[in-house]
Every structure is written in C-alpha cells, then in structure tokens.
C-alpha cells in the first residue's frame, strides 16, 4: 500500500480471479462465487486500474454475483463521492460487496443502510474463544440477528474447530470460513476438495 505496488497486483490478481471463476462455474458448480479484497487505497488511487474492472465483469464471467469484493470498515467510515460511486457501479453490474473484519473498527450502524452491503464477516477474533467465552456468544449471534433483519447474510472467519462451526451455525450464520474447512489451496488441490465432498455427499445420500 504504501509503495501503490497494490494497485497493479490488486489488478492483476482481480483478472485472474474472475478468469478462474469462470472455469469452475463450468467444472465444479454454476453457483462458484470468489471474493476479492480490495485496499483503501485501489479506491483512492485515480490513475488505478481498478476503475475499469466492471468492464471485465462480463465478458469474462457472463454471469452475476460470480465475484464479491471484500472492503473494511475504515473505507465506509471515510467514504468519499468517489468511493459511494464506485460501490454503486460495482453492484449495478452484479458484483457484490462484504465487509470485512467486521466488530474490530470504529463502528457505524449507519453505513449498513447507506451502503447496500451483502455480507457482514464476523472477525475471527470473537470466533477463536467461541467455546468458552459466552460474552464472545452473545456478540456472535447479536451480528448474525442484526444482519440478517437488514437482509445481509453473515459469514464468520477464522473457524478451527467443529464446536465453533455447530455454535455459529446453531446461531444463524449463513457461512464459514477457516482451517476447519481447508486451508489455502492451489487451485487444483481446490478442484480434488470439492470433488472430494461431492463424492463424498453422493454416496452418504
């Protein structure tokens, strides 16, 4: 962020990452969704590439909802014209936007009904004493309530055991994500885990 480098890789991994969804909406799943963070600075950054990624969207994808941008807090708390618009395009050509970290920064209710956000994610710091703090709870499933009455679905980060997956879960939460699930893969390691789990489902059914 500081050298701008990101405004290039950020470009670049965007590009492949539309690229790649494409790919497994055909092999693996039609419904294949993959979430792109998005720094502060790609926002601010007038010369940036990022401008143009819209214009990507559909010839690369050909489908909505294929890529959601993952933006913090900190960005609606500062949001400029420029940063609104930009939102508003995004969404306009079915690119969706989560929130990222969610509960950790200074937090404004107000931008949830500003700004048209489709997910909120839990920060893994309320989920890693999940079991044993019955404080950390209480602020789980309060997101998970508040989300869900404003039509945002909730994912939760930084999920490593079962017994969080089944609190979360028996809370309300839409989603999960963490080394209880997998951890980073390649893509072709992602491609044999999926298949894997399909397998595995069909001969459970």
């Given at each position: 962020e500081d050298t701008r480098l990101i405004n290039e890789n950020g470009h670049r991994v965007f590009i492949e990452s539309v690229k790649?969804?494409?790919a497994w909406r055909k092999t693996l799943d039609a419904r294949f969704q993959v979430a792109v963070n998005k720094s502060a600075v790609q926002f601010v950054n007038a010369d940036s590439k990022h401008a143009t990624w819209t214009q990507h969207?559909?010839?690369?994808?050909?489908?909505s909802n294929a890529v959601v941008v993952e933006i913090t807090e900190s960005l609606l708390l500062e949001a400029s014209e420029q940063v609104?618009?930009?939102?508003?395009?995004?969404?306009?050509?079915?690119?969706?936007?989560?929130?990222?970290?969610?509960?950790?920064?200074?937090?404004?209710l107000s931008y949830l009904r500003t700004?048209?956000?489709?997910?909120?994610?839990i920060d893994?710091?309320?989920v890693a004493n999940l079991a044993d703090c019955a404080a950390d709870k209480v602020l789980c499933k309060s997101i998970i309530e508040m989300?869900?009455?404003?039509?945002i679905q909730v994912i939760a980060e930084g999920i490593e055991t079962k017994e969080q997956q089944?609190?979360?879960?028996?809370?309300?939460?839409?989603?999960?994500?963490?080394?209880?699930?997998?951890?980073?893969?390649?893509p072709q390691d992602l491609e044999a885990y999926v298949e894997s789990k399909v397998k595995a489902e069909s001969l459970i059914g």
């Open positions: 790649q969804c494409k969207l559909p010839s690369a994808s050909g489908e609104t618009e930009r939102l508003r395009e995004y969404r306009s050509q079915g690119i969706q936007i989560a929130l990222d970290d969610f509960g950790t920064g200074y937090s404004s700004f048209e956000i489709d997910y909120l994610k893994r710091s309320f989300a869900h009455s404003l039509d089944d609190i979360l879960f028996e809370a309300g939460c839409d989603y999960g994500q963490g080394y209880y699930f997998a951890k980073p893969l390649s």
